[in-house]
Antibody, heavy 124, light 108 residues
Framework: QVTLKESGPALVKATQTLTLTCTFSGFSVYTSKLRLSWIRQPPGKALEWLARIDWDDEKFYRTSLKTRLTISKDTSKNQVVLTMTNMDPMDTGTYYC????????????????WGQGTLVTVSS | SYVLTQPPSVSVAPGKTARITCGETNIGSTSVHWYQQKPGQAPILVMYYDSDRPSGIPDRFSGSKSGNTATLTISRVEAGDEADYYCQVWNTYFDPVVFGGGTKLTVL
């Protein structure tokens, strides 16, 4: 059974750095050619993709947030970590980690498994 | 930038058919995926590669694409289908992943 679970602080202050951890199980980093992403959702708004990391450590970031984001993985712990610097109240929202899939190897990736999400509130 | 346009809301009576659209000029050159999100829950995948249905998703859900528009169709709508629906594509033009603005499906 595939599971992903996000963890991190529920409340951070503006200008601080947010660190979120996604702990996953039920699949192997290398045999499944793991690709994972972080996605966020401000309250009442749409989903917004943030970052992606692959099993070979290739990384991709949302262009508008690239300078503030860092994604990394610890394969020994089955974890992917996202850090976001200089937090702002506009960064308030639910942060999800999601597994990336591509059944046909087409390059048209989709998200087949999601964590439950973790709500982060940024206070001013 | 790459923008996927969805209607903010769609309303349908139980037992009828709901159609949720996702439009973009170059959508014909990519694959579209769809997610259902109920209040307080994480999204779940309901359609991928335009028209493939994951296991566990009822066959009342179907997907199609024509011209500049992809469509998620829900037949014989049930109260439990009430949710927000998001389309998503993977592209290389700007950001690798783009989500539509979401459509709130209301079952009357």
């Amino acid at each position: 059974q595939v599971t992903l679970k996000e963890s991190g602080p529920a409340l951070v202050k503006a200008t601080q750095t947010l660190t979120l951890t996604c702990t996953f199980s039920g699949f192997s980093v290398y045999t499944s050619k793991l690709r994972l992403s972080w996605i966020r959702q401000p309250p009442g708004k749409a989903l917004e993709w943030l970052a992606r990391i692959d099993w070979d450590d290739e990384k991709f970031y949302r262009t508008s947030l690239k300078t503030r984001l860092t994604i990394s993985k610890d394969t020994s712990k089955n974890q992917v970590v996202l850090t976001m610097t200089n937090m702002d109240p506009m960064d308030t929202g639910t942060y999800y980690c999601a597994r990336i899939a591509d059944e046909y190897g087409s390059g048209w990736f989709y998200f087949d498994e999601w964590g439950q999400g973790t709500l982060v509130t940024v206070s001013s | 930038s790459y923008v996927l346009t969805q209607p903010p809301s769609v309303s349908v009576a139980p037992g009828k058919t709901a159609r949720i659209t996702c439009g973009e000029t170059n959508i014909g050159s990519t694959s579209v995926h769809w997610y259902q999100q109920k209040p307080g829950q994480a999204p779940i995948l309901v359609m991928y590669y335009d028209s493939d249905r994951p296991s566990g998703i009822p066959d009342r859900f179907s997907g199609s694409k024509s011209g500049n528009t992809a469509t998620l169709t829900i037949s014989r709508v049930e109260a439990g289908d009430e949710a927000d629906y998001y389309c998503q594509v993977w592209n290389t033009y700007f950001d690798p992943v783009v989500f539509g603005g979401g459509t709130k499906l209301t079952v009357l």
